[in-house]
């Protein structure tokens, strides 16, 4: 199904599906410098914790093709302020500060200019043809576990726009359909910015996988009522003892899946694990602006002048989860 692109190197920039139009647009937009690339990543026009590597990556290396100078030692400084640039986009997928830190460990190992920015281009394509690799893994050992019938529950928006590959958790269920399983899938709407109701549905359609738009409020209803066999979601970031950074609004699931005796599984490939990190209490949760609360679709839906919170990730502790499938299996504990 993936004949989108959703983000793709050019050679000299860098073009990318505008995720914010869709369902609308399927509108492409080129990225001509790491500014734009940055933007990009903020805004969410590119988004998902792979995806947000991928992009990163290129964004680094697009940085420092633009560097206007011979001398290492000048172009190292200038590098190492565009990658802080685009490591400071967001805080909480890893995928983005693994790309950071493998194109900084090329560019240190240059021994000249040309060969430090021929390097770094070839890393980010490197790092993307290895997600892509990733989520086609995933999505294979991952339909094993989907029976013929049953119903999967999904949050946010984990296909190939979110990776840039097969997808995570909805890689798995689209190759699940793919083998002739007949399966139903429940997507959550994913307040605030709704991933699920825009995103996933468009994908799913895509894939002419059969599913249910349900908002997130739902989820524990249908879990309940005994009509989800299995929920798969992916991560944002996976700590050392397996507590899990995901959209918010996955950690509610979870607990509603372990009280109801549902199989919860997370979906992420290996640069999505963090073994600097001990406990999902040292994740860093991105918080955003007020007006994805009070808006819906550009348009006001609270009343003026409130206060409101805005954690775009939540995490689910390492007790809730399943199983954790990965490009090399599926495992217990991460
Ligand atoms: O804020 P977003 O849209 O970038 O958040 C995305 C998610 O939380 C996804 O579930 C996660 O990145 C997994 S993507 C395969």
């Known amino acids: ?11 000299d920039r860098l073009m990318i599906i505008d995720q914010t139009r869709l369902p609308q647009h399927e509108s492409y937009i ?29 964004g680094i290396a697009l ?10 030692t000048e172009f190292r400084d200038q590098y190492r302020a ?15 500060f693994m790309a950071a830190e493998r194109l900084n460990a090329v560019a240190d190992k240059a021994r000249d200019v040309i060969a430090a920015k021929e390097a770094l281009v070839a890393e980010a394509e490197k790092i993307h ?42 890689g ?36 002419h996988v059969p599913f249910r738009l349900i908002t997130d409020s739902m989820a524990g209803h249908f879990l309940k009522e005994a009509r ?23 950690y509610g699931i979870a607990v509603l899946a372990r009280e109801n005796k549902v199989p919860f599984y997370i979906a992420a490939p290996s640069t999505t694990f963090d073994d600097r990190i001990a406990t999902g209490e040292e994740i860093v949760i991105e918080e955003r602006s007020p007006d994805e609360v009070t808006h819906q679709a550009g ?21 809730y989860i399943t199983g954790f499938i990965t490009e090399t299996g599926i495992r217990k504990s991460a």
């Open 63 to 72: 940085g420092a093709l633009k560097i206007d100078s011979r001398d290492l």
């Open 129 to 170: 043809c290895e997600e892509i690799e990733s989520t086609r893994r995933i999505a294979e050992y991952g339909a094993a576990l989907i029976k013929d019938g049953d119903t999967v529950l999904t949050h946010c928006n984990t296909g190939p726009l979110a990776t840039t590959g097969r997808g995570t958790a909805l």
């Open 172 to 207: 798995v269920i689209i190759e699940a359909h793919r083998q002739g399983k007949r399966i139903q899938v429940l997507t959550t709407e994913t307040r605030p910015l709704c991933q699920g109701a825009r995103l996933t549905t468009w994908e799913l359609k895509k894939a």
């Open 82 to 96: 565009i990658a802080a640039e685009i490591a400071a986009t967001r805080p909480t997928a890893r995928n983005l």
């Open 299 to 319: 348009k006001r839906v609270a009343p003026e002048g409130i206060e409101v919170c805005n954690p775009a990730f939540d995490v689910t502790p390492a007790r």
């Open 1 to 11: 199904m993936n004949e989108t692109k959703p983000v793709e190197w050019l050679g």
């Open 228 to 250: 989800v066999d299995l929920v798969i979601t992916g991560a944002d970031r996976i700590a050392r003892n397996g507590d899990t950074a995901n959209k918010i609004g996955t």
């Open 30 to 58: 080129e990225l001509a410098d790491h500014y734009q690339v940055a933007e990009a990543i903020k805004s969410l026009k590119v988004r998902g914790a792979p995806a947000i590597g991928v992009a990163a990556a290129y």
